[in-house]
């Protein structure tokens, strides 16, 4: 999608330098815009660590391309086999949530397991990222195909008057690598011509919805209001929301869905007022291992400061402030399991289902 | 309650100077302390409207207090019985949603009205103010007596293991004038040695949980966690939330809870988790005129600088950072109603009730 009118994906390959990867910088937006160049695996591991990249597709995309890193600085040698194992493991520990992390670094793996030579398990490597990375795009693209009915629906059903659609955190084009999940059909939607505007979470504690989908929409001309996350009970009881779509970070297979914290109190009110709840994902991000997401998923814990201070523009540069007395203790959890019975349906690359694990299965 | 280990109230008269009322100014907590003078009606308004002071009970005292600083600056004419009307509508616009604030308006015109001369009209509004402060004192210290058996019940079951209370907002007693509303049992729990923990919701967009409620039980020694609004859902589908508490600053008389904005998106969570959800509330705060509280309750606006904006403690002094794109549009509401059937119980200085219509009116 664009930044101030030109084309981007979220990674590449840096031009005429094919052992280094590029990166947008997303812990500095919406205020400033860098690129980042990744040149080992240790790039890879702190860009997802540290956010710089996020969003479990990108996440996954990053992986691969850190084994790719982290192969061309290995040489032959008898421990190779465990050396990669090691980067897998090492990688794999830098988000414990994402499932397309694990997803990527799995594929990896079993691509370059046969090749003979370094060499060629490098360039094999390189290779796979590349296919995931277009893979991607392309669910996401399919993503929205399938998902823009939905909202066309709700617009022929209100004759051409807008379509409210609230989203929470960042599952666009950022968090993947083009498109997004989540905003793939409201982009779709948005060039078609149908009317939309997008009610935006803030997204405490990160802010990923004012930092990353308001600039998102704002650099695409989307009509967008950014709100507190306290704000989508009442407007959904207002008759201000038709719809909600979000992404997710991992769903079992029986459809519980875990999307960052707060979307499950979302799925309530939505329950609460007959609005239907989309979670627009691609299949890798569902966990065919888990029948229980409640009970199965794994909550990742964060850092306290993450709470305690908040990072903002000020004098022309990022600030951070304390919002809080200082030793008050803070709770930080990233993600939440919305019950798929809360869940209107899934939105994927192969189609649109109801979350139930029959229906989920058949688009396996 | 204390600060610093000094016994406060949020508003009383300045020593050796009653022309003068003296307030906390909560705009700084928790960074600064501060004590403000109020000298005129008009710096009544803008403590009220500007919130140096908040919090339904607190803000009834504050326009009672300066109803009593107008008089002082009206002289016997003609018009004064207009003038005093028009002091009361005047305050009554700086916070539309409060009903205490027109309880006590209505309040000290009624007490003023058969005085014979301006003098004695300025010595009943201040008489009315005084009284209208002890009354919000006792009552809160009443709520939290009413309040505790709930407490103590669930301290009972666990056998003495720890309560956890999650509570939104500051309905503590710097909402109040001691003690607090939906603190007031916390406090009185925590004095009579029951074991217990408070999940502070940090309240976005003005964080007056992470600001005011973390501050008040940091300086009351109670064991405490700060979490984004976002989190509560998550807590409590993981058992770790055994009731809610929270305050209001308009209840309908069928017993729509109107309260800050987020109140109800916890109400559902707790409803969908079968965790008690109480709303501790003076009766002044029940506004009898009103059956609905979802279609007849006014929702305020409020600046989108409060979204876009937030302030924090930065270089040794408050600071304010830009927390989005400069342009995209925000939507600020201050409150919404949690439906009467999301609300296990209102604690109320006369006692606890149910929320239907006939419970409540017999509290009356």
């Not at 398990?121 to 995931?132: G, H, I, P, S, V």
């Not at 990353?212 to 709100?227: R, S």
């Not at 519980?256 to 239907?276: E, F």
């Amino acid at each position: 999608m664009k930044i101030s009118g030109k084309h981007y994906h979220t990674i590449w390959e840096k031009e005429n330098d094919p052992k280094t990867v590029q990166i947008i910088d997303q812990r500095l937006l919406p205020f400033e815009f860098k690129i980042q160049d990744l040149k080992t695996i240790q790039d890879s591991f702190t860009a997802i660590k540290e956010m710089w990249v996020r969003g479990a597709p990108l996440i996954g995309v990053t992986a691969a391309y850190g084994m790719y890193l982290g192969l061309l600085s290995l040489k032959e040698n008898a421990n190779l086999k465990n050396q990669i194992i090691d980067h897998a493991k090492y990688l794999e520990s830098s988000r414990p949530t994402a499932v397309n992390l694990k997803f990527a670094l799995d594929l990896v793996l079993e691509k370059i397991s046969c090749a003979k030579s370094i060499k060629e398990k490098t360039e094999l490597a390189f290779e796979t990222a590349n296919k995931l990375k277009a893979d991607e795009i392309e669910n996401c693209r399919l993503i929205g195909e399938n998902g823009f009915p939905l909202i066309e629906k709700i617009s022929a059903a209100k004759r051409g008057e807008t379509v409210n659609i609230l989203t929470h955190c960042n599952a666009g084009w950022l968090a993947c690598v083009d498109y997004g999940t989540a905003t793939a059909p409201i982009y779709l939607a948005h060039e078609k011509g149908i009317k939309i505007h997008v009610w935006v979470d803030e997204t405490r504690p990160r802010n990923q919805g004012a930092r990353l989908t308001a600039y998102e929409l704002e650099q695409e001309g989307i009509p967008h209001t950014v709100i507190a996350d306290n704000t989508g009970g009442l407007l959904m009881q207002k008759g201000m929301v038709d719809m909600v779509i979000v992404g997710s970070d991992r769903t079992s297979a029986n459809g519980d869905v875990a999307n960052k914290i707060g979307t499950y109190l979302k799925a309530l009110a939505a329950t609460d007022n007959n609005i239907p709840f989309y979670v627009a994902l691609p299949l890798s991000t569902i966990d065919w291992n888990i029948n229980d997401g409640i009970k199965e998923i794994p909550i990742e814990q964060r850092s306290e400061d993450e709470v305690k201070y908040i990072e903002g523009w000020h004098d022309n540069k990022i600030t951070q402030v304390r919002l809080m007395p200082e030793n008050s203790p803070v709770a930080n959890y990233g993600f939440d399991v919305t019950p798929a019975k809360y869940v209107t349906a899934l939105i994927t690359e192969k189609g649109v289902c109801e979350t139930n694990e029959e229906e989920i299965n058949n688009l396996r």
